[in-house]
């Protein structure tokens, strides 16, 4: 991975990464996807076990446990931007 992949990745994620860092996470990152290219490389010789154990959903009734806008107002407050009854926020998809 190189380190402007690193520093792209970052800048999506919302995490400040300085030049240091993306070198010491490119060296981290590229660690793991080399095990992970070893692990998908192994194939198993033998059957896999299988242990059959009854499976089945446990089942309840719906409660209805707060009242219909109960926490908009306090949510609507606490944002930073909003218009009427919507919380406005940045946009964070780009068409590049």
């Known amino acids: 991975m190189k380190k ?3 520093i792209a990745l970052a800048k999506l994620a919302r995490i400040a990464v300085s030049d240091e860092e993306a070198e010491s996470l490119k060296t981290d990152i590229d660690a793991v ?5 070893v692990v998908q ?3 198993g010789t033998g059957q ?3 242990t059959l154990t009854p499976r089945y959903n ?3 009734d719906d409660v209805v446990t707060n ?3 109960q926490y908009t107002e306090a949510l609507l407050e606490a944002a930073p931007k909003r218009k009427g009854r919507f919380l406005e926020v940045n946009k ?3 068409a590049d």
Request: net charge negative.
């Open 4 to 6: 402007e992949e690193i």
């Open 33 to 37: 996807l080399e095990y992970v290219s």
């Open 41 to 43: 490389d192994i194939t």
């Open 48 to 50: 896999v076990e299988k």
């Open 58 to 60: 446990v089942m309840r």
């Open 67 to 69: 009242t219909p806008d």
């Open 92 to 94: 964070i998809l780009h």
